[in-house]
């Protein structure tokens, strides 16, 4: 970790002298050509870049700035709790920090992640905003239990994210990894055994869309219970577009009694009793029940009818799973993992941007936004000037992207795909003969290579400056990755 | 707690003896090369956190630099178990949880594998440790506060606080062996079967074992031996007072349920290793360390006019820090 010389803490004097003059980029920032910024947050910026070195030419991270905490606070907490968690996980499903930088001048940190393209707040908004017709049941679910696996990852690791959401779980773009899931924004993550304080007093301030009851009615203690309610509630979101619970946000105090968000959640759940949820008379909220939310009536249930789901769907059986409101009963990933749903068709795969249908539309994501004028803390020129969505479509870059695709097609599957059930190789041969030509001489897991080449060769055409695509804005308003 | 078994904890800071030997022995080198070259073996931090080399010796004061001695390997080691004494009084003057005290000496003790004592004063580095380890374990103590607290400059704890991240690579997940403690005196209540009266010698077992981690927590022993194998060691030596079990018998117990790769001649071999750091630990007399000031002062080339000199210079530097909130961005 760190820039390589720079790691035992060695070569940290070369690096000063560097720092020393303001025009000049810092010497870390050099390996990259900086493209533009791409998010914005809380915690600080996050910026594109395309590495320039020899080996992995072209490829994109994403560099993500920590604003400096507090003066007088030292290194940013939130940076350094980032940090800390990645260096000890790896998982196909968790994004990846691929380097740690320091820029000594202002004690600022910046991680380097691997790029990805989308994720699923913009392919949500897309589908909404767009194309105007529902995410397709393969992707669906394989985004899911793509979602699950990482989760499970997390949670045998004692980790709790605590702010997942859908701008937070990503989707890799062209490359061999494409339409891989990985889960991101670990600065609120927490070790179980850490002592856990409210939320209210990290100062961040985080969706309450996503937050699970327990939670709302002031429980102090989290468990990975609160990641499987956040879970349920994306589930819902890729069935429906929008939101589940689309609570309005109390702002009064520090950490104010989000009625709203409850009023959401027991309108469409119902009111939770004590006889489901034992431990609901301790929870402080509902004991003072100073709004009083005990003596308010609500309808019955109509979860299903709110996601268009049959009540005797095995989608609407583990999505209600994941919306129990009892913590203690609500399900855990790797019960999800198991879950009937997971075993009939359309069975998930590693991809999940390409359909399993043969008939089935592809559905062309937009590229991240790229914000080129704002530069690198005022410092930096930007060199690069075309759109970041052109990525391996850049002369030159041809070369080892194709061979880069090529190599993926005989690739074994990965440990993932071994979790899955049995059955669905089978299931997606006919699928596919459709996109391959009926031919299957190397095994199935090429079938879906096939598809996801034909696939990348349409998005390399979308990405033709002469087929942009129409009427989408290049440019929008950044939010929190 | 993450697992230690796929950790950088296990993966990248436990080394054979002869691995730490050679750590410290590359540290000391390194300084004595400085002091050589330069005069002077103290890097200098400034007010951002970076670090730079001393600047070349000026001629006339070539003769008085090169009568500087360098502490040798054993001088370092008392020089780094006095602070670690240190460090441990810090934590309980703040009431700190042990947890903080067991991961700011564990910090400690790795930033020393990367650097000599002769290179950053191990002062600053242990109140930095505390520091880094109260943000880690979330118990917010701010830098002033903990300056305050004990009469020092904080500043130079947020000075040092990159460079001590730095050096530990960034691996700040560690595992003290507390915890492992609880957690075989748990499984002990099961092993014995344990009833209530028993349940109180398991209390005072898991009391003396403490006691024995805090003291193998001062030795090298952590550097070699997973947690889990520092707390066998502790409750191993706890029960040879309180003799609540067969020992050996309830190792074994632990090496069959655990499927281990380890023969119960191994396990025994690394505990009687542990005893054995914790029997040759020496702790320097008042002499030892007035003789290693001394010399410590000789190599940064300390005069009191100098101390005066660095003292301006730092406080200009923050001053100028202050000036500009956020800094002068990237340069």
Redesign the interface.
């Known amino acids: ?2 820039d390589g010389n ?4 060695r070569g ?2 070369a ?2 002298t ?9 010497e870390w ?1 050099q390996q990259y050509n900086l493209l533009g910024k791409i998010g914005e947050g809380t915690y600080g910026l996050v910026f594109l870049a395309r590495i320039k070195s020899q080996t992995n030419r072209g490829k994109c991270i994403a560099i993500k700035k920590f604003k ?1 905490s507090k ?5 940013s ?1 939130t940076a ?2 980032e ?3 990645l ?3 790896t998982h196909e499903n968790v994004v990846k920090l691929v380097n ?1 930088h ?6 600022s940190l910046y991680l380097a992640f691997d790029y990805a393209e989308y994720d699923l707040y913009e392919i949500i908004r897309h589908h909404r905003d767009k194309v105007n017709h529902a995410i397709n049941q393969y992707t669906v679910k394989s985004l899911l239990w793509q979602l699950l696996n990482g989760l499970n990852y997390l949670h ?4 709790i994210h605590r702010d997942l959401k859908p701008s937070n779980i990503l989707v890799m773009g062209d490359g061999d990894e494409q339409g891989v899931v990985k889960i991101a924004d670990f600065g609120l993550a927490r ?7 409210p939320l209210s007093e990290n100062g961040v301030v985080v969706t309450i869309w996503y937050r699970a009851p327990e939670l709302l009615l002031g429980a102090k203690h989290y468990t990975s219970a609160v990641d499987m309610w956040a879970v349920g509630c994306i589930f819902a979101e890729l069935l429906t577009l929008k939101p589940l619970f689309q609570g309005a946000e109390a702002k009064s105090t520090p950490n104010p009694f989000q009625l709203d968000q409850l009023d959401k959640i027991f309108k469409i759940l119902g009111h939770p009793t004590l006889e489901k949820w034992p431990t609901l008379g301790n929870l402080p909220h509902w004991q003072s029940d100073s709004q009083h939310i005990q003596g308010h009536k609500y309808d019955n249930a109509g979860l299903h009818s709110v996601v268009h789901l049959s009540l005797k769907s095995h989608a609407f059986d583990l999505l209600s799973k994941m919306l129990e409101y009892d913590p203690r009963k609500r399900i855990t990933a790797a019960q999800a993992l198991e879950h009937e749903y997971f075993r009939i068709e359309p069975l998930p795969g590693r991809n999940a941007l390409v359909p399993s249908q043969p008939g089935e539309k592809i559905v062309n994501y937009p590229t991240r936004p790229v914000d080129q004028n704002t530069d ?5 020129s930007i060199q690069q000037s075309q759109p970041v969505s052109s990525g391996n479509a850049v002369a030159g870059n041809m070369g080892g992207a194709h061979a880069g695709r090529n190599g993926s097609v005989n690739r074994p599957m990965p440990a993932p795909m071994q979790r899955m059930p049995q059955g669905m190789m089978a299931y997606n041969f006919p699928a596919q003969a459709g996109v391959a030509g009926g031919m299957n001489p190397g095994g199935i897991p090429m079938q879906r290579n096939i598809a996801a080449q034909a696939h990348q060769q349409q998005q390399l055409r979308r990405k033709d400056p002469g087929m942009n695509m129409p009427g989408y804005p290049p440019q929008q308003k950044s939010r929190r990755l | ?3 230690f078994q ?3 904890h296990r993966a990248k800071w436990i080394f054979t003896p002869q691995e730490l030997v050679e750590k410290y022995k590359a540290a000391n080198q390194r300084a004595i090369q400085t002091l050589e070259k330069y005069g002077t073996t103290q890097m200098e931090v ?1 007010a ?6 001393p600047e070349p010796i000026a001629r006339d004061n070539a003769d008085k630099h090169s009568r500087a001695k360098p502490l040798n390997i054993e001088e370092e080691q008392f020089m780094r178990v006095f602070y670690e004494n240190k460090l441990r009084e810090v934590c309980s003057a703040f009431y700190f949880p042990n947890k903080i005290q067991a991961t700011a000496l564990i910090y400690f003790k790795r930033f020393y594998l ?2 000599s004592v002769m290179e950053h004063h191990p002062k600053h580095i242990m109140l930095t440790c505390v ?1 880094a380890a109260c ?6 103590v ?3 506060e903990l300056g305050k607290g004990i009469s020092q400059d ?1 500043q130079m ?2 000075n040092y ?3 001590v ?3 530990l ?5 560690v595992y003290a062996p507390y ?1 492992s403690v609880e957690g075989f005196v748990n499984d002990m209540e099961e092993f014995c079967g344990a009833k209530d009266e028993q349940n109180q010698i398991l209390k005072d077992l898991q009391e003396t074992a403490r006691i024995e981690v805090d003291k193998i927590m001062l030795t090298d022993a952590p550097h070699l031996f997973p947690p889990g194998q520092l707390a066998l060691a502790a409750l191993r030596c706890a029960n040879e007072m309180h003799r609540v079990l067969d020992f050996e018998r309830y190792l074994r117990s632990i090496l069959t349920r655990q499927n281990s790769e380890h023969t119960i001649s191994q396990l025994i071999e690394s505990l009687n290793a542990i005893d054995t750091w914790v029997r040759k630990y020496k702790f320097p007399t008042e002499k030892d360390m007035k003789h290693i000031n001394r010399k410590l002062k000789s190599c940064w080339g300390h005069s009191s006019h100098d101390d005066k000199k660095r003292e301006k210079k730092r406080h200009k530097s923050n001053k100028s820090s202050n000036e500009i ?7």
């Open positions: 970790m760190g720079n790691t035992s803490g940290i004097a690096n000063n560097t720092s020393s003059s303001n025009s000049e980029k810092p920032l400096q003066d007088g606070d030292g290194v907490p350094i709790r940090i800390m968690l260096r000890e996980i740690v320091i820029n000594h001048a202002d004690m045998s690791n004692w980790i070790i179980y055994q850490a002592p856990l304080k690198f803390e005022g410092t930096t | 707690m993450a697992d796929t950790s950088t400034d951002d956190g970076s670090l730079s080399y990367q650097w520091y943000k880690i374990e979330e118990n917010h701010s830098a002033e904080h704890i947020l606080e990159m460079i991240y730095q050096s690579e960034f691996d700040l997940i915890r909130p956020n800094g002068p961005s990237i340069g």
